[in-house]
């Protein structure tokens, strides 16, 4: 077992920047294949925003590209999610997922308000 924690969201105007990090709650003996960050606005479905591989390979969602990274500290099964150049559009709570063994373990969310 694992347990996302995220930290640094907040309110932001456009244009803005912030930076979400994830931790687990306490050191795991789990393998963590992949670890991603997921955001949903209320009503709507949970949206895949960027994951990063177990050998380091990165993806993003096309409405991200060019703002946000996604990066790592491998050694701690930390997650981190760099965003700039905020929009309003990117308003909604932010999900840290860890995957390990086909498992997926799902943080609190992190509330981000982009104000225009």
């Known amino acids: 077992q694992v347990q996302p924690v995220e930290s640094g969201g907040g309110w932001v105007q456009a244009g803005g920047s912030l930076r979400l990090s994830c931790a687990p709650s306490s050191r795991t003996a789990l393998r963590i294949d992949r670890m991603s960050w997921y955001r949903q606005v209320l009503g709507q479905q949970r949206e895949l925003v960027a994951s990063?591989?177990?050998?380091?390979?990165?993806n993003l969602a096309d409405s991200v590209k060019g703002r946000f990274a996604i990066s790592r500290n491998k050694l701690r099964d930390s997650v981190y999610l760099q965003m700039n150049g905020l929009k309003p559009e990117d308003t909604a709570v932010y999900y840290c997922?860890?995957?390990?063994?086909?498992?997926?373990?799902w943080g609190q969310g992190t509330q981000v308000t982009v104000s225009s």
């Open positions: 990063i591989n177990f050998d380091g390979t990165t």
């Open positions: 997922n860890y995957r390990s063994m086909m498992r997926e373990y």
